[in-house]
């Protein structure tokens, strides 16, 4: 930790990324780095460490350190027709402790020309895994519908959204109280802003409440997807084998 306080992107750090939709390759990009250094690089890294201290009062279990953070600017462009080498976003995750940094639901923002995106959720979750969160689902529904139709998530975010399967799926009552939401594929809760709001002072403090007003959706999206890392390694531990490891960035 550097000990920074982040207070808002600079003007510069947009400018940046609408000038890369522009020219996005790599002799411009190396001539203009130290301007995503400065301006959008070390500035998201202070937002990271901020939250940390913050995630510390009403989301402990939430992961926020510039390592496992924040997201390379560098596109994979092994298996994509566009060859682009660079994201034209600046986007950071905060995954759940002792969860894979794409294994569970956690929070997610990203900062791109036109927008700033904020929220978080479960998304492209294993077979598994989803199969554990639709059984929490059917399990508990007055739980789950009582969280997604909170006054704080509503006024939030609205409605859950996601990818959807045409009916409910197999195994499930078509007439379950939560039959709607045992047909997503991804559970997801986000806000969108025009991308100036991420300069204003203001902005930390409207991430705090984004994230802060999910944690009951996200810990409810978790908890089975635990249990069941618990349960395998207890297993592993009777039978003695080692655990397996979770964390990756």
């Known amino acids: 930790m550097t000990g920074k306080t982040f207070s808002s992107f600079p003007k510069e750090g947009l400018q940046f990324l609408r000038s890369l939709q522009r020219h996005n390759n790599r002799e411009w990009?190396?001539?203009?780095?130290?301007?995503?250094?400065?301006?959008?690089?070390?500035?998201?890294?202070?937002?990271?460490?901020?939250?940390?201290?913050?995630?510390q009062r009403f989301a402990p279990e939430m992961v926020a350190t510039p390592k496992a953070s924040a997201y390379?600017?560098?596109?994979?462009t092994r298996?994509?027709?566009?060859?682009?080498?660079?994201?034209?976003?600046?986007a950071a995750v905060f995954p759940r402790s002792g969860l894979g940094k794409h294994d569970g639901a956690g929070f997610y923002l990203h900062i791109a020309p036109k927008e700033v995106f904020m929220g978080g959720g479960l998304y492209m979750p294993e077979p598994e895994d989803l199969g554990?969160?639709?059984q929490r689902i059917a399990d508990t529904p007055d739980v789950f519908l009582k969280i997604i139709g909170s006054r704080t998530f509503k006024k939030l975010f609205g409605e859950v959204t996601g990818d959807q399967l045409s009916r409910v799926p197999r195994g499930f009552p078509p007439d379950h109280p939560a039959a709607d939401y045992l047909r997503y594929k991804n559970f997801l809760a986000s806000r969108r802003f025009p991308a100036e709001v991420a300069l204003r002072p203001q902005f930390r403090k409207l991430v705090v409440e984004t994230f802060k007003g999910m944690v009951p959706f996200v810990r409810f999206l978790n908890e089975p997807i635990l249990e069941a890392r618990?349960?395998?390694e207890r297993q592993n531990a009777l039978l003695g084998g080692a655990p397996t490891a979770r964390w990756s960035v």
């Open 79 to 90: 298996f994509s027709k566009d060859k682009s080498p660079y994201k034209t976003h600046i």
């Open 132 to 134: 554990r969160v639709r």
């Open 230 to 232: 618990r349960l395998k």
């Open 72 to 76: 390379r600017i560098h596109r994979d």
């Open 29 to 55: 990009f190396l001539e203009h780095k130290s301007i995503y250094e400065q301006c959008l690089k070390e500035p998201m890294s202070d937002l990271i460490e901020t939250l940390a201290v913050e995630f």
